[in-house]
């Protein structure tokens, strides 16, 4: 792909490590923020994990759609409705947004989505001819007019492939400084009432305020690796690990407990909550801190639930069937 599209005089494109893994002042993340246009980001995550992974590096924009992006069973789903899409104000989400959002598109495209290369130039061609896509060009940007020895990695193409298939730290040509491997949340504002249930659940000092009183990752790296804990006890959805296996968490639309019902409260199973729970009172005892249970951060949510829960509505709703 990166072959084909770097004789593509509408585009100019650059390869940068797994964007979950850059930091802000990454020269991956600094490029793509010095970019003036649209910006088009293909990467093996879910397009909302990736939206809000640039947004909170700075890189910010309207939500561009992609004819890619839609889900299975929007067989129908064509150009005129993507446009209808953007300009809808009856799906928008309830949550508190972006800020200082810019007035350009970023488009995210998963690439776990098909595995014929074209289907993606084919789209990448749309767009780009839709928006004029104006952007700068990585290497003069780096380092000055390209060296040969640089445009030829782009012209083997199994080569830069292999360089595409890894996070780009493993590989020695890539254009950008090598990372780590990386575990926190991100939340997704589309989605975020800034509610603070995170907050009084976290304790582990992930998350702050930000000078707008927003709910924000301050302490990225004192996540626990592996540990989902957050997202599940979020009422609106809005806390995404990328990496995680599970894609409603990974950012896959959907909900975390998966059913409107919460079947589990039915067969005794846990619940999303009890497995949250024991998550982080098993990341408190690695630390050689006490567990706690649901004793702690869990206040706001018992009192909206307590008082009357999804089971009490299956019930009345049962009752109501005359059975
Ligand atoms: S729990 Fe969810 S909705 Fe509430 S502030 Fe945190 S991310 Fe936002
Ligand atoms: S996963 Fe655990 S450690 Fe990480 S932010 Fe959520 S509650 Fe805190």
Known sequence: MAAALIFDDAIDVSLVPHLYDMSPDHTGMLFMRSVPGDVLVLSWLFPRASRWILDRCGIRGNEGVSLLNKSDDDEEFDEDEAEAAMDSDSESPNGIGSVDVPDRNVYCI???????PKVYLDEIDRIAKEKSVQTVDLMQWIQGTPKP?????????????????????EHPEAAHDPVKRRWYPVIDYDRCT?????????????YGIDKLDRILVEQQDSCKKGCPACSRVCPENAIVFPGHKTPAIAGAEGDVSGLKIDLSKLFGAPSAVDIAVRERDVELVADGRD????????????????????????????????L
Do not use: W
């Not at 998963?110 to 014929?116: F, G, I, K, P, Y």
């Not at 800034?194 to 992930?206: A, S, Y």
């Open 194 to 206: 800034n509610c603070l249930e995170c907050l009084d659940f976290c304790l582990f000092g992930v």
């Open 110 to 116: 998963d690439l776990r989505d098909h595995t014929d």
């Open 149 to 169: 020895e640089q445009l030829q990695r782009y012209l083997e193409p199994e080569k830069q492939l292999a360089a595409m298939r890894t996070d780009g730290s």
């Open 291 to 322: 567990a706690v249970g649901a004793s702690i951060g869990l206040e706001k949510r018992q009192a909206r639930e307590n008082p009357r829960d999804e089971l009490d509505d299956l019930i009345d709703g049962l009752d109501d069937l005359d």
